[in-house]
Nanobody, 117 residues
Framework: QVQLVESGGGLVQAGGSLRLSCAAS????????MGWYRQAPGKQRELVAS???????NYADSVKGRFTISRDNGKNTVYLQMNSLKPEDTAVYYC???????????WGKGTLVTVSS
């Protein structure tokens, strides 16, 4: 069983930066993908960025060039560096780990990011 704990959310002005962290406890098995999703009020949860254990990254078009995902496999931690934040980035951000070969998905409880104009 993998448990995820996010941190780093908060209130920031437009144009500012935040760095989210997600620490995973427990062993992550095999080929996996660590990622960040977000859900704004009244909207569906959407993928923000993901990083596979093999190094392949995927970003939502809306964050390309502004957000960077990285991971520290030794610490079982994934990060999301968010720069040039916009009010439309306001959402609850959720960490996700997918064990591809086992069909398992784990979610954190989320951390709120609020960007003021």
């Amino acid at each position: 069983q993998v448990q995820l704990v996010e941190s780093g959310g908060g209130l920031v002005q437009a144009g500012g930066s935040l760095r989210l962290s997600c620490a995973a406890s427990g062993r992550i098995r095999g080929i996996n993908v660590m990622g960040w999703y977000r859900q704004a009020p009244g909207k569906q949860r959407e993928l923000v960025a993901s990083l596979a254990s093999g190094g392949v990254t995927n970003y939502a078009d809306s964050v390309k060039g502004r957000f960077t995902i990285s991971r520290d496999n030794g610490k079982n931690t994934v990060y999301l560096q968010m720069n040039s934040l916009k009010p439309e980035d306001t959402a609850v951000y959720y960490c996700n780990v997918r064990e591809v070969g086992y069909g398992m998905d784990y979610w954190g409880k989320g951390t709120l990011v609020t960007v003021s104009s």
